[in-house]
């Protein structure tokens, strides 16, 4: 159980080019999903939380109209990359608990790779 | 959430037990200390968490010192799958961020 699905994996476009990027709990409701970012040989770094039905809690320093979150169900969570340019190359993930209880854990997605040409 | 500290890297032999130390001396009583691993270009898998006992799974054990201020994450027969960079996290019962340190890179050599 708690599978998190994202999707893609991978994704090579051009500068100037608005990516979506899909989280999805295949086995459980996640009234909260996070997403995460992480370059290479880096940790992974909290973008923002994203609340089902309201709207995403950005991280200080992580541009809201950059980084578009849509949690619209229980159980996906969009993460839009608008107007990519390559510093926006990364390793971008999202994860999602069943509940809301702190002491259960978070299942992570298998990230997606975002390479920006 | 406390600030965990843990030893850039390891190596273990296959087979033998794989010990983790984590340092988290300044948690306080309502943080649960969360293990997590990430194999290369994938995303970080759940391993174990707890508060104040001991705790095992099928993946691992987990040993917290009586004081809290450190623990220990334990592999029992560990194998080449292992290899990873294993995080350890606090975080306080009801909130939801996890934040993530630079963890451990465990080798497991054959």
């Known amino acids: 159980g708690a599978v998190v699905s994202q999707h893609p994996s991978r994704v090579i476009c051009k500068s100037g080019t608005s990516v979506k990027i899909e989280c999805r709990s295949l086995?459980?409701?996640?009234?909260?999903m996070f997403w995460y970012r992480q370059f290479p040989k880096q940790s992974l770094m909290l973008m923002a939380t994203?609340?089902?039905?309201?709207?995403?809690?950005?991280e200080q320093g992580v541009e809201k109209d950059k980084f578009l979150i849509n949690h619209a169900s229980l159980t996906l969570s969009t993460l839009t990359v608008t107007s990519a340019h390559p510093e926006d190359s990364s390793f971008y993930i999202c994860?999602?608990?069943?509940?809301?209880?702190?002491?259960?854990?978070?299942?992570f997605g298998d990230g997606t790779r975002l390479s920006i040409l | 959430d406390a600030k965990t500290t843990q030893p850039p890297s390891m190596d273990c032999a296959e087979g033998r037990a794989a010990n983790l130390p984590c340092n988290h001396s300044?948690?306080?009583?309502?943080?649960?200390v969360y293990w997590y691993r990430q194999i290369h270009s994938q995303g970080p898998q759940y391993i174990i968490h707890?508060?104040?006992n001991n705790e095992t799974n099928e993946m691992a054990s987990l040993i917290i010192t009586e004081d809290r201020k450190s623990s220990t994450l334990i592999l029992p027969h560990a194998t080449l799958r292992d290899t990873a960079v294993y995080y350890c996290?606090?975080?306080?019962?009801?909130?939801?961020?996890?934040?993530f340190g630079q963890g451990t890179r465990l080798t497991i050599n054959p």
């Open positions: 994860s999602a608990s069943m509940t809301q209880n702190g002491n259960q854990p978070q299942h």
């Open positions: 086995d459980f409701q996640a009234t909260t």
């Open positions: 994203s609340n089902e039905g309201s709207k995403a809690t950005y």
């Open positions: 300044t948690i306080s009583g309502n943080e649960y």
């Open positions: 707890g508060l104040k």
């Open positions: 996290i606090v975080r306080v019962q009801g909130a939801q961020k996890l934040v």
